[in-house]
DNA sequence: TTGTAAGCGTTATCAC
DNA sequence: GTGATAACGCTTACAA
């Protein structure tokens, strides 16, 4: 049978009220009694039962993740297994624990949420992905319920948050180039309705702007998906009747995309620059540059905001974690 | 303020043993009550607090994973998400929660263990990853808690387990390389003492033998590590004084390095296979044929096990998860 | 400083 | 069939 705080208390000859103080450090409890009570639990080897806790606490310690479930990206990212990691290791240094859930269908995921928002089982919920108009975000905001998200929402004050400064990437990667001698740089970017995208497209125009070289739009394309071959129509559009020296886009995929499109027309020379840094995109031939989000630190970061939250102490309601500049041959 | 059974029973104008009995389907009340009841579950929205429950029932509905924390091979290798993804969608389907921890380092995994098997918090665990004389194994069998372990331990017989059937899927591999006319077949494997290694290269063997192919040690090689280049070594000492035609390895990583070793030293025509089918494998120069091991059916039918065992219906104590050859160019 | 006892939201045992 | 009530293991007023 399992050693209960009663068993403690027994043997330390004490009540459980007592122990339950020693256990968490309430002052007001004389030395001695509570190194009697320290030896008791060490002599049975008692832990405290985490359930019974949180049904007196009305506090679990436990966070919960809702993972998408779309395989291609899922597998191609290694965002979501970073971030875990580094959610759990953050968690894990609160003695918090995270539990996670697949969704079948973008649509499920609501119900995840709603499932584990109900059962009391989580204190808090971590989201890995915003959407334009975000449901599962509108949801959470409904109810009341904590939350944080990686990326930045709508109503970006009203929620919890951390990202990376997109603008901020796609500036540097933009006015790097042109320290280099650029001057014709076309941009490809993916769902322009994300904050994510209209970030790097203003990061983009404003190295322009800075440098004094007029913004073309002849030389920028918004495709509807983070996807290989769209990248590879956009690159060809981008190629037609301009001469272009560089070709920045916001996620390695269109960049493969490019690459695509770049050797099918036979065109070389041109300087080409990814997001994510996934892991293909050393592989590329030429080995593709890319900006490193982190997402392990996107994770840690969600956490200990969420947590941070949660007991009461908030310093920060938003976090910005630096991105990497991963230089190689593309660039 | 939450709604608690006790509302609903008064809703319902019933006692909280009635709603209890109601919410598990208990046979011995009248279809009328049973009506009322869920009347007043639907009119309140009443949801169960998973919490209480867990402590009246001692019994969670959670499951714990423990995943390895080391870098590369995470990054490199789909099967951690993978299995977490089948591992989800099980325990989904069977109203089970999954919490995960991502240890630090190796020796951290059994103090995640105990901190999960101490706390209550877990039904039972699942490991992603069998050692050589695996101490969380023993540990875990020591206390007598239920887990489930992805791939065959010793002992075989006192554990639940899934896994592939390394032997043949080796075994299938080499003999097709047989029928496509080849006889001089290299070997490279790494930690030979792993069940997994052990189980592959007899299935070189067996394949081998069964064609009355002999066997020749000198090419074969054994590494100490899943690594690149000491495939890349392992390449160079097959081909030294041999004439090959084909090498099989058991790791994509292993391969990948006798990609190396073959154009360092200008090779070509020799068929080359991997196993794990991870994701570089179609970016290799030539695109390399791997054995994909089903990661996501692995995690699937280890929960399966697992939960089955925990409520009392097992039907079976291991389970073998098909393997699929995936041809490309490479072989 | 410590003990008593109520309470957290369920389930299960025992009556009726 | 249904209702009281104890029990699960802990925390926290309130007393002493």
Redesign the interface.
Known sequence: M?ITIKDVAREANVATSTVSRVLSDNPRISEETKERVHEAIKKLNY??????R??ANNK?R?LGVV?P?EADE???N?F???A??GM??YA?SKNY??????S?HQDSEID?IKELT????VDGIILLRVRDQDQNIKYLKKIGFPFVVVGRPEHANEVLWVDNNNFQAMYKVVNKLIQKGHKKIGFVGAIENLNMSKDRFKGYKKALEMNQIPYDENIVAHINEFKENEGQVACNQLLKNNELSAIVTTDDLIAFGVIKGLKEKKVRNISLVGFNNT??AE?QKPPLASVDINADKLGYQATKLLIENLEGNEKNRHYIVETQFIERESF
Do not use: D, E, G
């Not at 832990?47 to 019974?52: D, E, F, L, R, S």
């Not at 624990?97 to 697949?102: D, R, V």
């Not at 109900?118 to 089982?121: D, E, G, H, K």
């Open positions: 399992r832990k405290p039962n985490a359930i019974a949180s049904l679990t436990i993972l479930n899922l597998l191609a290694p979501f297994i970073n875990m990691k759990s290791l894990q624990y995270i539990t996670y859930a697949f079948k995840n109900s059962s009391n089982l892991q293909l592989y």
